[in-house]
């Protein structure tokens, strides 16, 4: 079946950087936008960037640009994103989301990876 | 970026009533392109309507999704022990995607 799996907790000290993976299955790897949110407890979720994996071409939230990276790796069907330089406010689960790629529009993210917790502590 | 906002921030609600659910953009959203989506404890969201009235595979008719422009709703005709959680909506006509804050239902 269709489904996005990424990879387990993290705990980093504030400077450190961090990078979760999401790897897909059941569908064609190359025909869907990845992107990656992150939510806190109690809030909605934030929108950080997405990539094409087919081509790696990217796309990243103003707030993000400089300390986040995407990457993909067409062999294995997997997604990464790192964030560098973490603070303690970067603490949140950190999603895998995907969308069809498509000249005639835009989609909602049909299917989302089962979350990622990232703390960041001293 | 568009700000969406959502009210109630909370809804309390028996089973098999009926829930109304508001999001209202900051500005127009481009083609309708709204996303309503449920999320309960411990899970990541899960897509219940697409294009403000569409719903996605799936999802049981008692989801519905209206509005345009700026203002959209998603109605929940018959409440379910299982709709009690968290709903966002999404616009996803311009860049950064945003989402609402939330309205949370609860059991009355």
């Known amino acids: 079946q269709v489904q996005l799996v990424q990879s387990g907790a993290e705990v980093k000290k504030p400077g450190a950087s961090v990078k979760v993976s999401c790897k897909a299955s059941?569908?064609?790897?190359?025909?869907?936008?990845i992107h990656w949110l992150r939510q806190v407890p109690g809030q909605g979720p934030e929108w950080m960037g997405l990539?094409?994996?087919?081509?790696?071409?990217?796309t990243y939230k103003h707030k993000f640009r400089g300390r986040v990276t995407m990457t993909s790796d067409t062999s294995t069907s997997t997604t990464y994103m790192e964030v560098s330089s973490l603070r303690s406010e970067d603490t949140a689960f950190y999603y895998c989301a995907r969308e069809e790629v498509t000249s005639i529009g835009w989609y909602a993210f049909d299917v989302w990876g089962q979350g990622t917790i990232v703390t960041v502590s001293p | 970026e568009i700000v969406l906002t959502q009210s109630p921030g909370t809804l309390s609600l028996s089973p098999g009533e009926r829930a109304t659910l508001s999001c209202r953009a900051s500005q127009s959203v481009s083609d309708n392109y709204l996303a309503w989506y449920q999320q309960k404890p411990g899970q990541a969201p899960r897509l219940l309507i697409y294009?403000?009235?569409n719903r996605a595979t799936g999802i049981p008719d008692r989801f519905g999704g209206s509005g345009s422009g700026a203002d959209f709703t998603l109605t929940i005709s018959r409440l379910e022990p299982e709709d009690f959680a968290v709903y966002y909506c999404q616009q996803y006509g311009s860049s950064p995607r945003t989402f609402g804050q939330g309205t949370k239902v609860e059991i009355k």
């Open positions: 294009d403000a009235s």
């Open positions: 990539i094409n994996p087919g081509s790696g071409s990217t």
């Open positions: 059941g569908y064609t790897f190359t025909g869907y936008y």
